[in-house]
C-alpha cells in the first residue's frame, strides 16, 4: 500500500466500526460522516451529499453508501466518483442473501445509531405522527431486527422504546464486521472491480 491518504465520505450508521477498521488496520484514510438521519430527508441528503462533495475537491475521495438517494449515482458521476456497490447499510454489514431473506421475512432493522434516536427520526418522517407511523410500520413490517456488532453498546432498552412505539416486537441479530471490513478495503486498495473512488 503507497501510504497516499484518501477521504471517505460515508453514512454515519457506521462511524464507530468504520473508525475502529481504519485504526485496526492503519488503513491511510480520513473519514467524513453524514448524519443517518439525512436517509429520510432527500433533499437534505442530496445538499448534506453535493456540499461535503465540493468541501473535498482536488482529495482522493471514495464514498461508502447505498443506494440511499434515488439520484445518488448521478449525483457522485457528476465529479467523477462511484459509490459502494450495495444496495444499503444493512447489505453492507449483513451480506445481499441474509439482507434480503430478513426483507421478505418482514423485517425493518435497526441499528444502535439509529435505535437511539428513532423516535425523533422516526416521526419526522411521518409529520409528528405516531398513528400514520405505526400504521405504515405495522401494514409493511412483521418485525423490528436490531443488528448488533462488535462496536455495538448496549442498546436494548432504546430498541424496545422503538419495538413498543411502533407496536412491533423485536429479534436480535449479532454481526461481525467480515463484509464491512472487505467492502473498505476495496476503497483502500482502490482499483478492484466496484471500487468506489474518483476516476
Keep these: ?11 454515519g450508521i457506521f462511524s464507530k466500526e468504520i473508525r475502529w477498521l481504519i485504526e485496526e488496520k492503519r488503513w491511510p484514510v480520513d473519514p467524513v460522516f453524514l448524519d443517518s438521519s439525512l436517509h429520510v430527508d432527500l433533499g ?29 449515482d448521478r449525483i457522485l458521476s ?8 450495495v444496495e444499503n447499510c ?3 454489514i449483513l451480506g445481499r442473501e441474509a439482507y434480503l431473506r430478513e426483507l421478505e421475512n418482514g423485517a425493518f432493522f435497526l441499528f444502535e445509531d ?22 405504515v410500520y405495522q ?29 412491533l416486537p423485536l429479534r436480535w441479530m449479532d454481526a461481525t464486521l467480515d463484509r464491512l ?9 482502490c482499483g478492484q472491480e466496484g471500487v468506489a473512488c474518483r476516476s
Design 1 to 11: 500500500m503507497s501510504g497516499r491518504r484518501r477521504r471517505l465520505l460515508a453514512c
Design 44 to 72: 437534505r441528503l442530496e445538499t448534506e451529499l453535493t456540499s461535503t462533495l465540493s468541501r473535498c475537491i482536488g482529495e482522493d475521495v471514495a464514498v461508502f453508501f447505498g443506494a440511499c438517494h434515488p439520484h445518488i
Design 78 to 85: 457528476e465529479d467523477g466518483i462511484v459509490r459502494t456497490p
Design 90 to 92: 444493512v447489505e453492507a
Design 114 to 135: 439509529w435505535a437511539r434516536r428513532a423516535g425523533s427520526v422516526i416521526l419526522s418522517a411521518f409529520g409528528g405522527s405516531l398513528a400514520v407511523a405505526r400504521e
Design 139 to 167: 401494514s409493511q413490517q412483521k418485525y423490528l431486527l436490531c443488528i448488533r456488532t462488535p462496536c455495538s453498546n448496549d442498546f436494548g432498552p432504546e430498541a424496545e422504546a422503538t419495538g413498543r412505539m411502533l407496536g
Design 181 to 189: 471490513e472487505a467492502l473498505l478495503s476495496e476503497i483502500v486498495v
